[in-house]
């Protein structure tokens, strides 16, 4: 392992070997998460048992449907290798092979979940309980309260699981074939993100001469704040960001990425919908949810 990563005591190595030894007797494989969460025994084992609760166990879901909610979450995120494994397991539990060509050919009371999915992903502070009282409304596809508590924590665990995928640069094992986990490419970069990694390619150059330009604005940044009087940290922290936004370095939220996979696209409405900032100083805060 890279040498950042602490080196694991023998019994910790050996109860994490116990643990891979498992994984794969029962299901045949050990994914790339387990590998790299093999690192922190007593972490795996406990991601699990949250993992087996979830998908495995008794509850108010079929098996099928707590993997398409997976596959939901997931996509919400652009994180492909979820998505992928999600899938198969989708079908290895009996799901409907239609179901996976996209969104609009799941039931729609699958359908109904995908407004509070990407609120959930993306601002969660909107979230009310008219939303809530809709999914849990009486009718054909209407939501059980078991079945709805069950379903948001799927969503907000394979919210959280995709950025740990992310984060460690988890990427799909070979018998996945579902493309590649979503890496940002360069705003000026016509080709695929993993068509060239070195920094001599035309993307490398674009991201050095970004970070250039990004540089030089911060430097003149630093030299007003010199030359004028009573300009706060707060304030010169909002120009920090304003000039990051504008600088070539963050590609606008409002615009899907173009080589977003088709495996992804399929499983989202409203694709443009992302993150915004909670608040801006001087405008009035959204309502939120307070527990005392």
Known sequence: PPLFIPQIPQEGGESSLHQLLDAFVSAGRVDHIAMVMG?????????????Y???????????????????????????SYLVGLHMGEFLQVGGNPAWLQGLHCAPQKLRNLNEINKLLAHRPWLITKEHIEALLKPGEDSWSLAELVQALVL???????????FGCGIKPEEDQDVGNSWWPPSPHSD?????DDSMEGSGGMDAMQEV???????????????????????EMATRFELEKTESLLVPSSDTLDPSL?????????????GYKDFTWRGEQAPPTFRAQ
């Open 261 to 273: 996979q088709s495996n992804i696209r399929c499983f989202l409405e409203d694709p443009e919908f």
């Open 191 to 195: 080709s695929s993100p993993a068509s």
């Open 53 to 79: 609760l979830l998908l495995r166990m008794d509850g108010p879901l079929p098996y099928h449907k707590r993997h398409y909610i997976a596959i939901m979450a997931a996509a919400r995120h652009r994180c």
């Open 155 to 165: 969503l907000t665990h394979y919210h959280s699981l995709a950025s740990f995928v």
């Open 39 to 51: 690192l922190h025994p007593q972490y795996l084992s406990s991601f699990w048992k949250t993992q």
């Open 212 to 234: 250039q330009v990004l540089m030089e604005r911060m430097k003149l940044l630093q030299e007003n704040q010199e030359e004028e009087e009573g300009v706060t940290q707060e």
